[in-house]
């Protein structure tokens, strides 16, 4: 079937927002990342925020059930999902309840009008049909019978009434590719890819998705579509990345660029097992991955590979930091490179596991028993999180130490556009094992496991199979420079701060921070982590209207980086937006003793760019 | 810390007045060298062989002594664990594995100060994580020769778990459990392998935990190598490990160790001279099961164990249980022989199979994989899947 080519007027947009939402069955988050790609082949900026229950099957045509997937996408950089909808595409009732309030004034709506029969409203706790009471006014609202149309569509496809209703999601994807003028090719692919080997699925997909975007052309529902014009991006070549991907990419780099194998020990945990399933299929890079028995486990045997000259890495989430802390303190004792990724989620306890917060940063600094100080670094979109990854990594092995990388559900599953780095550009890392003995008393040579770099303060590390340099680590504290046990007080109060001051000694190869905006002003805003796209796009606005505004967004946590008590002394205020309750300015107030102003959010969704500009405005009025 | 080159101590926060700062061994003469290159070739991320050890033939003249670290022993004078050190010190020479190569990993107990005394690599770690930390060593360096050393609350308590992951896993390492029924480093708490009733510190009106029994545990868990031995009888204890050692999988020794401060003469109907021959059995593979000299045995009746009398004329030899360390139902019934008043306690090697190991089907895997597609290609994989590009 040959499309026919669009008759109908186009209008150019700089940006759009849409938001694909039905029950976890209907592929919600397929649609998306679908629509992701063809709106990434059209060469758009564009940043996804995939949104799913915490149940895997949730009672069908609830609330709870209720899946979604946004993206926003424009010609200009795009720094966050979007704060409001243009585009809702709700498959049911429930879905329609739970994202309206998204939908900015005058949005589009298209709905399954199929779905909206007494039963799925009653589910979706609706007393009257929304399409019939005129609690839609204020929106435009499309109603189109997806599962009629599937349904006659696929009436000779051999498949199976389940199978058939299954696929309106091809439908509706179809019609929003038309709608926005991206390219079907990229769906077709991958349709071509996933279901070549069962020809009646892959045909009745094709023929859908097909059927929905010839739907877009010729209903008189839809009297223009859009087009939004190539994003001016940075010369390159690009991809779309999501964070966990990015995350598995970076740690692969640094094996690369390190010259050692990746030992991954891994335990299954929401959102963080993204990471353990991209790097399981990574074997050809000599990756090992372990699924371990517990968190405990998984965190163990990646300091023991790493004693026997590996990268050792684990990723988890809160629950499983906390349940790592004790072998994080024996990596602490130890001395030895270990790269900890917490993919943080909303807490305490289980929390919010599919939903996104920042509220580890203090479990990250200081939630260990004993004076356990460890690097601590955060990414802050999800093609950062490749060079946070690779960062991680260095520092791990640079300064012979655990190091914590934050990041979160928000990055892991997000995705943006990212220009691929060269591999020949990124800088190698440096790791020497020892192989003769750097001491000599009373005319033997011997082997001091805590002898250090004058620099880093690293200590060697001598691989077990080395001859000579047989040595015992251990949890006991470690006397200077033998690592024999030591229980003397004088000894333990030196090592506690040559512990705590080799961290600090990372500081010394910090690059400058970045800021965004001028350099001096009336108002500094201060972010970590996944709250980059919010802050900047807030900022930006608040430019825009004149105000002197810039923003500053760490990647080192611990330690701090240097120059930021003069970069603070050149801004009148200072404030702290983070989606917890408070955690970095506590840091930044106790460590500066500056009156820093938090803004908090805590209901497991990330800033609307729009929240931090209200409170840029209400601090500059 | 006078004799230190100028520039050589960290600078260190204030706080540390030099007169007080511990007494400190002399730093190393000039400036330390950078370690020579790493063991693996840049680029590549394919585990290496240690250097070759044969060269000089070190290895192979090693005496108990080079085993022994410079560290002062310090269990409590009489305690079960100086003869396992000594059995392992005595046993490593024989075994050909370069010293170098032999890694002991502990968790925390009293068991657990052994690696501190092994003029080995070693890692005295966390409570209970012995098997996790090992496992990832083993994985990632499969030519090292890893020993765990663990106790009674260590492995079965608070490292229950990693026990018995690492026994199905059937990595190729040596687990030492040492089994004293008892808390020692704490000063003397009941253990999960104490018997029932037991008056101990934490139970002054006896425990009411069941105990333990560390063999149909391991047994349980899919191990490969389920073996018993004894504190007083190194001879035996000394076989039993070098065949420990020489399993390939991971090969499980409990070790019944005596506690003489906190549990003094648990194991002795089954250690001491007069009541070993009655209360002990040594069983082996393809020989009858007999003990108290050879003058009783062990038959089935039906499924029941019966001990019977080889010298009253009704029973002979011939009517014992052949032992069959292959059989995971003869090992199960005898393995759960424990503590029964009217049957012996049985020692030796209870199972014993040949599993392909963790560490071999994990590089067999990856080496197949780049086999097939080739090493990976970081650049490739960056650019895997739809990609544009934004000119200039
Ligand atoms: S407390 Fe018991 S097990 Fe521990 S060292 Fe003393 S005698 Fe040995």
């Excluded at chain 1, 058939?164 to 003028?181: E, H, P, T, V």
């Excluded at chain 1, 002197?548 to 404030?575: G, Q, T």
Aim: hydrophobic share 35%; proline share 8%; net charge neutral.
């Amino acid at each position: 079937m040959s499309l026919p080519t669009s008759q109908k007027p186009v209008q150019t947009i700089p940006e759009a927002t849409i938001l694909f939402a039905g029950d976890s069955g209907d592929g919600m988050q397929l649609t998306g990342s679908q629509f992701t790609l063809a709106t990434a082949l059209a060469r758009n900026d564009l940043a996804t925020l995939p949104d799913f229950p915490a149940e895997i099957r949730a009672p069908a045509g609830t609330t709870y059930g209720v899946s979604g997937f946004q993206l926003r996408f424009g010609s200009e950089h795009v720094r966050t999902p979007g704060d409001e909808v243009d585009l809702l595409v709700a498959m049911n009732p429930a879905a329609l309840k739970v994202h309206l309030p998204r939908v900015r004034p005058e949005g589009a709506i298209i709905v399954n009008a199929d779905a909206f029969t007494k039963r799925d409203l009653e589910l979706a706790g609706y007393d009257h049909n929304p399409l019939e009471n005129g609690s839609l006014a204020s929106y435009r609202v499309f109603e189109v019978p997806l599962t009629t149309m599937t349904r006659e569509a696929l009436k000779d496809s051999g498949l199976n009434q389940k199978e058939i209703d299954r696929s309106k999601n091809m439908f509706a994807l179809g019609l929003a590719l038309w709608l926005y003028s991206r390219p079907m090719q990229p769906a077709l692919d991958w349709i071509e890819q996933k279901f070549g080997k069962k020809p009646e699925i892959r045909d009745a997909n094709i023929h859908l998705l097909k059927k929905g975007y010839h739907f877009g052309e010729t209903t008189e529902d839809f009297v223009v579509r859009y087009e939004v014009r190539p994003a001016r991006l940075q010369p390159g070549t690009y991809r779309a990345i999501r964070g966990a991907q990015a995350l598995a990419f970076g740690l692969v780099a640094a094996s690369q660029k390190s010259g050692l194998p990746i030992f991954y020990g891994s335990y299954p945990i929401t959102p963080a097992s993204d990471i353990l399933h991209e790097l399981s299929r990574l074997k050809t890079f000599g990756v090992m991955t372990f699924q371990a028995e517990d968190e405990i486990a998984a965190v163990g045997a990646a300091l023991g590979a790493s004693f026997g000259g590996a990268l050792g890495v684990t990723a988890t989430s809160g629950p499983g930091i906390a349940l790592k802390g004790e072998t994080l303190g024996l990596a602490v004792m130890t001395e030895l490179p270990l790269v900890v990724i917490n993919m943080q989620r909303g807490g305490p306890s289980t929390g919010l596991p599919t939903k996104t917060e920042q509220s580890d940063l203090l479990q990250a600094l200081y939630g260990r028993n004993g004076e356990a100080p460890m690097p601590v670094i955060a990414a802050s979109t999800p093609g950062d999180c490749f060079d946070a990854a690779f960062e991680a990594c260095r520092i791990a092995l640079t300064y012979m130490t655990p190091v914590i990388l934050l990041a979160d559900g928000y990055l892991g599953t997000g995705a943006e556009p990212w220009r691929i780095p060269r591999t020949a550009d990124l800088p190698d890392i440096p790791v020497s094992f020892v192989t003769k003995p750097n001491h000599t008393a009373n005319g033997t040579a011997r082997f001091l496991p805590y002898v250090r770099d004058e620099q880093t303060l690293a200590r060697p590390w001598a691989r077990p199979g080395t001859p000579g340099l047989e040595h015992r680590l251990g949890g006991l504290e470690k006397q200077h420079e033998t690592g024999n046990v030591s229980y003397d007080p004088a000894n333990h109060e030196y090592m506690t701060r040559l512990r705590a001051e080799k961290v600090e000694r990372v500081a010394r190869d910090l690059p400058p921070t970045p800021l965004f905006g001028d350099p001096a002003g009336d108002l500094l805003v201060i972010g970590w982590g996944s709250t980059r796209g919010s802050i900047e796009a807030a900022v930006q606005r608040a430019r825009e209207r004149g105000l002197k505004v810039s923003s500053l967004h760490l990647r080192y946590l611990n330690p701090l980086p240097p120059d930021l008590p003069e970069i603070f002394a050149r801004f009148d205020r200072l404030l702290v937006p983070e989606i917890n309750n408070g955690q970095l300015v506590r840091v930044l107030r106790e460590r500066y003793l500056l009156p820093f102003i938090p803004l908090n959010k805590i209901q497991g969704l990330p800033f609307r760019a729009a929240e931090i500009e209200q409170a840029i405005l209400d601090l500059l009025a | 810390m006078a004799d230190s080159p100028k520039g050589k101590k960290p600078t260190l926060p204030p706080g540390m007045q030099p007169g007080k700062k511990p007494t400190l061994p002399p730093q190393p003469a000039g400036k330390r060298k950078p370690g020579s290159p790493p063991g693996v070739a840049a680029g590549t991320t394919r585990p290496v062989l240690p250097p070759d050890t044969g060269g000089d033939g070190a290895s192979a003249h090693l005496t108990r002594k080079d085993f022994a670290s410079d560290q002062d022993v310090r269990w409590c004078p009489g305690c079960g664990d100086y003869a396992i050190l000594a059995t392992v010190q005595r046993l490593l020479p024989e075994l050909g594995v370069p010293r170098e190569n032999i890694v002991f990993i502990s968790g925390i107990g009293c068991s657990s100060r052994f690696p501190y005394y092994m003029e080995t690599y070693g890692m005295h770690s966390i409570h209970g994580r012995a098997p996790a930390i090992a496992t990832g060593l083993k994985a990632s360096r499969p030519e090292l020769d890893v020993w765990i050393i663990t106790g009674d609350g260590d492995a079965l308590s608070i490292g229950g778990n990693h026990l018995i992951h690492i026994l199905r896993r059937n990595l190729n390492v040596q687990i030492l459990l040492f089994n004293n029924q008892i808390y020692g480093l704490t000063k003397g708490q009941y253990s999960p392998t104490s018997e029932q009733g037991k008056i101990t510190k934490s139970t002054p009106y006896g425990s009411i935990d069941y105990p333990f029994n560390p063999i149909s545990l391991a047994l349980g868990a899919h191990g490969t190598f389920v073996a018993r031995t004894m504190d007083r009888d190194p001879k035996h204890m000394k076989e039993i490990l070098r065949q420990a050692h020489d399993h390939p999988g991971t090969g499980f020794v409990e070790i019944y160790q005596n506690c003489n401060i906190f549990n003094d003469g648990a194991f002795f109907p089954f250690t001491e001279k007069d009541t070993k021959p009655e209360r002990a059995l040594f069983i082996e593979h393809n020989r009858p099961l007999t003990f108290a000299n050879g003058t009783r045995g062990l038959r089935l009746d039906g499924w029941r164990l019966q001990v019977i009398d080889l010298q009253g004329g009704d029973w002979s030899i011939d009517d014992c249980l052949v032992y069959d360390e292959t059989s995971r139902e003869l090992s199960g019934l005898i393995g759960r022989m424990f503590w029964e008043p009217d049957l012996p306690q049985p020692f030796g090697v209870f199972y014993r199979e040949e599993r392909r190991t963790y560490e071999d089907l994990l590089h067999t895997q990856i080496e197949g994989l780049i086999e097939k597609r080739g090493r990976g290609d970081l650049d490739a994989l960056l650019h895997q899947g739809d990609t544009w590009v934004i000119e200039d």
